[in-house]
């Protein structure tokens, strides 16, 4: 879990610190998407953090799956309401053998979960960031923009 600031907003360095060990350590998000019509859905989703990009894995004919073949976008959050990261992405759709199986072996080793070989046709889902946001309190909605297109911000 990460340390709560004694008081005072973080800065975005700091920010940003504890947004990049909460991908590297976390194992569980939220992911939202929506159908072409604009139905809502969410589900929580183990995942993998390369250090560019997202790797998630979901079946294939599911809500999630053709919600996000379908859009290419997803949206994303980890932690709680009271220390949240929100991730903005697209998405590449790959097939269970398109993936290096290094890869996959190291998904199914950081979630405890692994897809390949299982009755149910899965696919591999990888979430590249373009927006990245991260807050506490109402006291760093100011700033909390850490990525836009892509980039890290200064």
Do not use: I
Request: hydrophobic share 40%; charged share 30%; no cysteine.
């Amino acid at each position: 879990m990460l340390q709560e600031p004694a008081h005072g907003p973080r800065s975005r360095a700091e920010r940003r610190r504890d947004t990049e060990r909460r991908l590297a350590e976390d194992v569980d998000l939220w992911l939202a998407s929506a159908s072409p019509d604009g139905a809502p859905y969410l589900v929580p989703l183990s995942f993998d953090w390369d250090g560019g990009a997202l790797l998630l894995a979901t079946v294939a004919d599911g809500p999630t799956g053709r919600n996000l073949a379908a859009g290419g976008t997803a949206r994303l959050t980890l932690g709680h309401t009271r220390d949240v990261t929100v991730v903005e992405g697209t998405v590449e759709v790959l097939a269970m053998d398109a993936l290096p199986r290094e890869r996959g072996d190291r998904f199914a080793a950081r979630t405890g979960f692994d897809p390949r070989g299982l009755g149910t046709a899965y696919r591999w889902f990888l979430v590249t960031p373009r927006l990245v946001q991260a807050w506490r309190e109402a006291d760093e909605l100011a700033g909390r923009e850490l990525m836009r297109d892509g980039r890290w911000l200064d």
